[in-house]
């Protein structure tokens, strides 16, 4: 891993599906990252305005119906997912991993995370690499297909 903004830098699906192995609870967060998401340590409800009992993120943790399938395709699958959000939620907005304490669901079912520990930013060439594993599946599955991305 290289270092931006004092924080690691995740170069490889590889590297990231190894950190998801060696820690429990950790989290994928789209966003302007941690410098600005820890002064409120919430996210807030866009229909709403409710503010929420953690930010949202989304879990790195393999559940067990995956089966034995490969963790870095899991990982693959955890980021193409939401790989749309920069492209939706504006400029800066970027993925970047915590590992913390879940503290409720928000309103799209997403976990809700406190006590947060900033552990790396992920490289565009990981988000680039998640795409690449998904669609070269023989069969892709339905709702990870985006077009924009």
């Excluded at 950790?26 to 002064?39: A, C, F, H, K, Q």
């Excluded at 309103?107 to 006590?115: G, I």
């Amino acid at each position: 891993m290289s270092v931006s903004d004092g924080l690691p830098v995740v170069r490889t699906l590889a590297e990231l599906a190894g950190l998801a192995e060696r820690h429990e609870r950790l989290y994928v967060r789209w966003s302007r990252g941690p410098e600005i998401d820890l002064t409120r340590a919430s996210s807030t409800d866009e229909l709403t305005g409710l503010s929420l009992p953690g930010l949202s993120a989304n879990p790195l943790d393999v559940e067990d119906w995956w089966q034995g399938r490969p963790g870095q395709l899991w990982v693959a699958r955890r980021l193409y997912d939401y790989s749309h959000l920069p492209h939706e939620k504006g400029p800066g907005v970027r993925p970047w991993i915590l590992q913390g304490r879940e503290r409720g669901r928000g309103p799209d079912n997403e976990p809700l995370v406190a006590e947060v520990r900033p552990m790396c930013w992920i490289d565009p060439q990981v988000i680039e690499e998640a795409r690449v594993a998904v669609e070269r599946l023989e069969n892709p599955w339905g709702p990870l297909r985006r077009t924009g991305r």
